[in-house]
């Protein structure tokens, strides 16, 4: 499993691939797609607040409370999708050997963390005026609950290793063990719900005029392009943090004062 | 035939090492004791009350006793030298991991499984319900093991081992508590606890099958 | 039995150990791994035994002309015991035998006992022993394969905390192995004669 990435190099022909594996080559390309996408967060979430928050009409059942939903549904789904992006870098690096597939683990594992407590937090805020209770044991807020446990686990034992090398190969296999269990923790919960509560009140369940749709649809864009600006930050932080000692980055620091 | 003598003598060695020393399984039993003890002075001694909760706080003790015992899998050999043996071993290094882990499960298993009815008394809760519950403890402790198995291997001789596996493993038991539980629940209200005892049982064999390559993963990422 | 090792790097705890180290050893050669403290002997034993992987470059075992792994290879003794405390010194022997292939049954690990001079300690437990002794019947464990000569010898400090008369029955015992057609590499502070048609040095 342990290959280098020049014996790598040898068996796979994809130049492309292989030259932005490099950190050095993928660090400026990584600040174009991070400065491309604040732009288009910053932009597609005023839209989709304007939209959500003052054109959408008032929900029939909720009211106005409602219109969380256009931060929490985002959320909870990018902490869904983040953690598989994490947990398909992780396999990359273990198969490949590359480097900078496990930087990009690290890099997405605090986004998805604080966008499962950013779901959490806004279910909370709806469930209060809407069920009465801050929190309820629905399938879906106790899935993320439990996607943010694996998060942490992730982080944590990647912060226990003095060896980074070792600590990315570990980090790697619990971000993978943790992603096939997803599924299995899912259904467990959904069947766990059903047995104690009977049918439960699922948020967003109702149907949704356009206008909410669209709106939903532009907030779930903005997270996209931010959490992919926050990781590539995160991702060119690690890099420098890590190749600190490499000609390239020296050469680049230089540059960068003059 | 050399495949069959490794793994049981690797199985053999784990008993006695469990067998000739006693706080491997008297540690692990005194502590499920204390936290099953523990609840009711914190909800009230109301029957009734307790009878709703204990089937929780049992099976979650259970898990946590067994869990204690996660580090002894690999640390004590890392320390003396042996892991290394089972490492540079010519039979598959899965293979002799799942014979450490059945005999442990069975050891511990076992011992957790016949405690069970006894502290189920302490929740006033009726026999068939005892019986379900040291039934599915008796499944669930094989499932923590071999998914716990995987972040012991990956936290050999780390510091602050025992808590990070614990942040790591029992988030991926709860399938295997929901069920266990669910069934004990079923017998409790008078119906039919079938299908959750398939579901845990289809967890324990799917951890069977997938754990111990993962584990092995883990080892020779910790060993290198 | 012989190795090969081409341009090979090492890594320990992400810095650099040695690098481009190239050698063949053939069999019936004794091998001394030399270099000052820190130098990597012994992670270039761990390599060879397949403990730990390389930074670059490879290493090849081969037995009869066909490739074969590390841990099929050799038989790695290093600082630690890799004896349990708990156990007595037969059960550990056992468990180790078992791992590694091989049936030596109850007279090949008395035999092994013997030839280190502490069969007395068969039933001992291992925990009771002192350190001179446990380093004596965790070396038995280079003898439980009964064919002599089949697996590579790899001892990492093997005549620490050994008394001279030891240290001289641990050098016969290599000489033994040797002329049988095995092949040992070891690392050494301590100077100690063995007698062997073949020797050969690597630096680090």
Known sequence: MARTESQSNEKFAGRWFWRYASPATFFPLAGKIELLCWVLAIVLAAVGLYMGFFVAPTDAQQGEVYRVIFIHVPAAWMAMVIYLAMA??????????????????????????????????????????TWGTYWVWDARLTSTLILFFLYVGYMALAASFDDKKKGDRASALIALVG??????????????????????????????????????????????????????????????????NAAWLKEAVKEAIK | MSLMRATSAVFRRELQLFARRKSDWANPLMFFLIVC??????????????KLIGIGVIFVGALLAAMLSLPRLFDEDARDGSLELMVTSPEPLAALILARVAALSLALGVALAVVTPVFALFYALPFDVAVMLALTVAMAVPTLLLVGSIAAALLVSARGGAILTAVLVLPLTIPTLIFGAGAALKVFYGESPVAELALQAAFMLLALALCPLAAAAALKISTD | ?????????????????????????????????????????????RILAGLGAAAAGGVTWQRNGADISGAEAACFVGHANAFNEALTVRENLEYAAALAGVAPGTDGIASALTALGVKSLINRRFGTLSQGQCKRCSLARLLLDPQRGRRAWLLDEPFVALDVDTQAQLATIISAELAAGGLVIYTSHQSVDIAAANVQEVSL
Not at chain 1, 108 to 129: D, E, F, H, N, Q
Not at chain 1, 217 to 244: G, N, Q
Request: include cysteine; charge should be positive.
């Open chain 1, 88 to 129: 398909f870098w992780a396999c990359t690096g273990l198969v490949l050997g590359t480097r900078l597939s496990f930087m990009m683990s690290h890099a997405l594992a605090p986004t998805g963390a604080i966008m499962s407590v950013v779901a959490l937090w806004t279910g909370a805020l709806w469930g209060r005026p």
């Open chain 1, 179 to 244: 992603a096939i269990n997803v599924p299995i923790i899912y259904f467990s919960v959904k069947w766990w719900n059903t047995l104690h509560q009977g049918s439960s009140v699922r948020p967003g369940s109702s149907s949704m005029a356009t206008t909410m749709l669209t709106a939903m649809m532009i907030m779930t864009f903005a997270f996209w392009a931010y959490c992919i600006a926050a990781a590539m930050h995160r991702l060119r932080t690690e890099i420098i943090e890590r190749e600190r």
């Open chain 2, 37 to 50: 003890s523990l609840f009711p002075f914190a909800v009230g001694s109301e029957s009734e009350r307790l």
């Open chain 3, 1 to 45: 039995m012989r190795v090969a090792v081409n341009a090979l790097a090492a890594e320990r705890g992400g810095r650099a150990v040695f690098a481009d180290l190239s050698f063949v050893a053939e069999p019936g050669t004794l091998l001394r791994v030399s270099g000052a403290n820190g130098a990597g002997k012994t992670t270039l034993l």
